[in-house]
């Protein structure tokens, strides 16, 4: 078979989808039609549960102790993810850690009788 022309059209659906037609007329065979559904992938989407792997924190602990460990559930072994301390509410504590890749770091050594 030799192609002779071709034609594609993009229709857009619902949820993400679209079907792509690629319409191709051969010199030998006559015109053929393929449809193909393709999908649309958000790829830059947050997750959407962050997990840390404690709940406590000891004191007296050493300036640069790691206290936790944030994962993300059913992520893929391509994902990758960047965690911060952000200011607003709730964040009037963020100078006592710090986040170095995925892990959670004590900034201040806690006593909590004084």
Request: net charge negative; aromatic share 10%.
């Amino acid at each position: 078979m030799v192609l002779r022309s071709a034609v594609m059209t993009l229709f857009a659906g619902g949820d993400g989808a679209y079907t792509l037609l690629i319409e191709g007329s051969y010199l030998d065979s006559g015109i053929t039609d393929y449809d193909f559904t393709l999908y649309a992938l958000n790829q830059n989407s947050g997750p959407a549960d962050i997990d840390l792997s404690n709940a406590t924190i000891d004191e007296n602990l050493l300036v640069g102790t790691v206290v936790g460990v944030f994962s993300v559930p059913e992520s893929g072994p391509s994902d990758t993810f960047v965690y911060e301390l952000v200011t607003g509410a709730g964040s009037a504590d963020n100078g006592d850690f710090t986040i170095v890749s995925n892990e959670l770091k004590a900034a201040v050594s806690f006593d909590f009788e004084t």
